[in-house]
């Protein structure tokens, strides 16, 4: 990977969750991207949302509370 | 003296079927065509056969694209496949990877989740060593190639890393999306079966 960008992603323990959280950091203009769980993370056939290290804060915020999550890790 | 093709007002795929005819008689030819779709499918197929391929820009809005073969050979396209003793099925499996959108789903059960995995699937392409040759785009496929789709910056990603992106001008046109289209370029149906018909691989999510 080539890219200069420092990611976190969320981990979920349900596909479901995962959608959910996505419907609300889109309501919400956070930017954001659903990609495959990275092998290296886990080898789950699962989903996680991407972003970049600032918004990592308002991501949580935004999260907390609505949507159940297992974890927040670096990329 | 050069061969001038008017292929002005016929409709896709026609100015590329006759390009291609043309080419196999003459060396050097000009196609006149009057919009930008057909003027890129004649100088890919220009391209694809060997040809150096020069456009200009006419004031009354047609393109005129000279067309003339390279010494030293034809397109791989062109070039008859190989020597005795080869199967044609071996023949084929040499040929590029290609993959193929057929819908903006993976697979059948469930739409959302269908959605969920073709967009992973897209953004896992580029993972792939090497990278397909061509992805084919067509049906509710189209709609991951317009703006706003969630999968177009990694489309960009993979357009950039060489690879062709070919969206089917008949489905974006039936969805209405035709002016939306963000990233590679609009095909016909002569191109893609062409495209499909040429794969050593097809992979079709």
Redesign the interface.
């Known amino acids: 990977m080539t890219d200069k960008e420092v990611y976190y992603v969320v981990l979920f323990n349900s596909v479901h969750h995962a959608l959910r959280s996505e419907k609300i950091l889109k309501e919400m203009g956070i930017s954001h991207k659903l990609i495959p769980v990275p092998r290296h993370i886990s080898s789950d056939c699962g989903v996680c949302l991407r972003f970049t290290a600032d918004l990592r804060s308002p991501i949580e915020e935004a999260l907390t509370g609505k949507v159940e999550i297992r974890e927040i890790c670096p990329l | 003296m050069k061969k001038i093709i008017d292929a002005k007002g016929l409709a896709c795929p026609q100015p590329v079927i006759l390009t291609k005819k043309a080419l196999e008689q003459e060396d050097e030819i000009t196609v006149i065509v009057d919009n930008d779709t057909a003027a890129e499918n004649v100088r890919r197929m220009g391209t694809k056969s060997g040809c150096t391929v020069d456009t200009e820009k006419k004031e009354d809005g047609t393109f005129h694209i000279h067309l003339s073969k390279k010494q030293g050979g034809t397109a791989p396209a062109e070039t008859e496949q190989s020597p005795s003793g080869t199967f044609n099925d071996s023949c084929a499996s040499d040929g590029p990877l290609v993959v193929v959108i057929s819908s903006d789903r993976m697979g059948r059960g469930n739409d959302?989740?269908g959605h969920?995995l073709m967009?992973?699937f897209i953004?896992?392409l580029l993972t792939l060593e090497p990278l397909p040759e061509t992805l084919i785009f067509y049906n509710s496929g189209v709609k991951l190639t317009v703006k706003d789709s969630?999968v177009l910056?990694d489309l960009k990603k993979i357009e950039e890393a060489g690879v062709s992106i070919l969206a089917c001008g008949t489905c974006l046109n039936y969805f209405g999306i035709s002016s939306d289209l963000a990233c590679g370029i609009v095909s016909n149906m002569y191109d893609i079966t062409s495209t499909m018909a040429a794969a050593g691989r097809q992979v079709i999510p």
């Open positions: 959302e989740l969920v967009r992973s953004h896992t969630e910056d």
